[in-house]
């Protein structure tokens, strides 16, 4: 008796792993029990084949899957509408899938699976899910919804047609847990434990099995701000004994240090003395958008996001310490559309909102940036003056235009995404002494590669670029040797080699690590974790954890 395990992606072998696209298969023999850890797009292995915008077409989608092994070869949890159309036969599943928490190497594959089948999530994660769903459209991120594509239905002509909007519409069979408390996954029982990662939701678990309780990390750190959360989780795994232990070692490869508000400190730096300052961040890494917001306080600018973000923002309403959508040092950027700005009186103004998604067009009323009180309007009460007579930043939810940016560029910090980025250089014209920063990894892919430098070349293009120069905060990730190619303030959602160290430290010497989501498992072996008993899951490869006899 035992549990059997089989990573169908992130693990690879002994001498390289694989960053990311979690899909581990458990399989209690004892109590028939079987869950799926994650169902993530491999990142690496998808942009071998594919890049974006381009993807499998529906039709096809999962018999490319099972020739390029970018998912489980697992038929039985697949959308019945896909298998149908390819003339294969559903079945049913007994299958769950436990979700550690909301990143697309993580449940980028959940679009694919079929909608009855139980997931188990926290709370923040299925909201964030949701959002990401309706930001991109009801067929593409289908995380909360399941949207049939290819079932036919009589129409009242009598007719055969696809069905499509509501009748389509399924939502998944998601059940959202409460953290430490138990909650079953088919008959074993799991407790949720919260961990500092770079999205709130993420959870790390206790699985109780058949040969005893199993550990299992999700993506985790020590150095963001919820720190006392793995520490927690370490403990528990401590306290309960658990000799059973999933870890990921997602950048156990190379050294990086620095916290979240460091980086606050860092990009406060880098903008003094600038006039306007961009800036490109992970778009849900909420953390991330929390110290943009610090620091552009700090600077004494405004924060200007974009409406998807500020969606994420309103959702929360200030949880977990993000900015309310009415603080005064943030706004949200409202872009010309095709059929004129938003504040040309000429233009009606159902044929300008008619431009903008229907999410967006909540951010048209909201209050213009206004920047002096020596021109402001007597009705405008709430604008506050400084002591030199100018605005102070503006109370109640304030949108900003790229003109407004163009105008005063020293007021702002600016989110600028590369697929925004010419559209908002062309409009902005940005002046002297203006600066770029990326706050995300440096590329470690080829597509990342030609992505960077299409930024450069803009950036060059448009007088921004600053040339080669050492890492700014923190010096790890340095592919060029040594040399970063823009400025590069960014904090990793990981632990790094020293403190994957010191929690093992902690662990007795019959605690065995099952090493998944790394690049290079023998940082684990060798160094980390040497002292303890260490697997290395190699993908498609199945290996059974065996029942530990309880001690005396």
């Known amino acids: 008796m035992g549990v059997e395990c089989i990573f169908y992606g992130g693990a690879g072998d002994e001498d390289k792993g694989e960053l990311g696209g979690v899909q581990g298969l458990f399989h209690d023999t004892e109590t028939g029990s079987r869950f799926l850890l994650d169902f993530g797009q491999r990142p690496d292995h998808w942009n071998e084949f594919y890049g974006f915008p381009y993807r499998p077409k529906s039709f096809n989608h999962l018999q490319i899957a099972e020739l390029l092994e970018m998912y489980a070869p697992l038929r039985e949890v697949m959308r019945q509408d896909y298998l149908r159309k390819m003339g294969w036969t559903p079945s049913k599943t007994d299958l769950e899938l436990l979700v550690t928490h909301p990143h697309y190497d ?23 899910m949701y959002i990401w769903q309706q930001l991109s459209g009801r067929t593409n991120n289908q995380f909360v919804d399941f949207v049939d594509q290819f079932t036919l239905a009589n129409k009242l002509g009598g007719d055969e047609a696809y069905v499509k909007g509501l009748k389509a519409t399924i939502s998944r069979d998601i059940q959202t847990f409460e953290p430490y408390k138990p909650f079953k996954v088919g008959e074993l029982t799991a407790t949720a434990y919260p961990v500092d990662h770079s999205i ?122 993000f900015p309310k959508t009415d603080d005064p ?16 009186e000429d233009v009606p103004r159902d044929i300008i909102e008619a431009d903008y998604r229907y999410w967006e067009r909540q951010f048209i009323n909201w209050k213009k940036w206004v920047d002096s009180v020596k021109k402001r309007d007597p009705r405008q009460l709430e604008l ?17 235009t790229l003109e407004d940016i163009a105008k005063h560029p020293d007021k702002f910090l600016v989110s600028m995404p590369p697929a925004y980025m010419i559209d908002m250089l062309t409009a902005i014209r940005p002046p002297r002494r203006s600066r770029y920063i990326r706050s995300h990894p440096a590329p470690w892919t080829k ?23 050492k890492g700014d905060f923190p010096d790890h990730l340095t592919p060029h040797r040594g040399v970063y190619r823009l400025h590069t303030v960014h904090v990793t959602g990981h632990n790094n080699r020293r403190e994957n160290k010191e929690i093992f430290a902690q662990f007795d010497p019959d605690v065995t690590i099952y090493v998944y989501h790394c690049m290079y498992p023998k940082d684990f072996t060798e160094d980390v974790a040497k002292h303890l008993n260490v697997v290395v899951p190699i993908r498609n490869m199945p290996f059974t954890i065996h029942n530990t006899p309880k001690a005396a």
Not at 106 to 128: C, E, N, S, Y
Not at 384 to 400: H, T
């Open 447 to 469: 597509d990342m590669e030609v992505s960077e430098d299409r930024i450069i070349n803009a950036l060059i293009r448009f007088g921004v670029y600053e040339e080669e120069f």
């Open 329 to 344: 040092h943030l706004a949200v950027i409202m872009t010309q559309k095709n059929k004129g700005n938003l504040d040309n």
């Open 106 to 128: 993580h449940i980028g594959g959940v679009h694919l699976l079929r909608p009855d089948m139980k997931i188990h999530m926290h709370k923040t994660a299925k909201m964030i």
């Open 384 to 400: 506050i003056a400084d002591e030199e007579g100018m605005g102070a930043p503006r109370k109640g939810k304030q949108r900003v």
């Open 200 to 321: 709130p939701g993420s959870c790390a678990f206790i699985v109780e099995t058949s040969a005893g309780k199993i550990g299992i990390s999700g993506d985790i750190r020590m150095r963001g701000r919820d720190r006392k959360l793995t520490e927690r989780f370490v403990a528990a795994l401590k306290e309960q004994r658990v000799k059973h232990i999933f870890w990921e070692g997602s950048l156990m490869h190379f050294d990086h240090e620095g916290t979240e508000d460091q980086l606050v400190m860092k990009m406060a730096e880098l903008m003094h003395g600038r006039t306007f300052v961009g800036y490109s961040a992970p778009p849900r890494d909420l953390d991330r958008l929390k110290s943009m917001h610090l620091a552009a306080k700090l600077a004494g600018r405004i924060l200007c996001i974009h409406p998807d973000q500020m969606i994420y923002l309103r959702a929360f309403d200030g949880e977990h310490g």
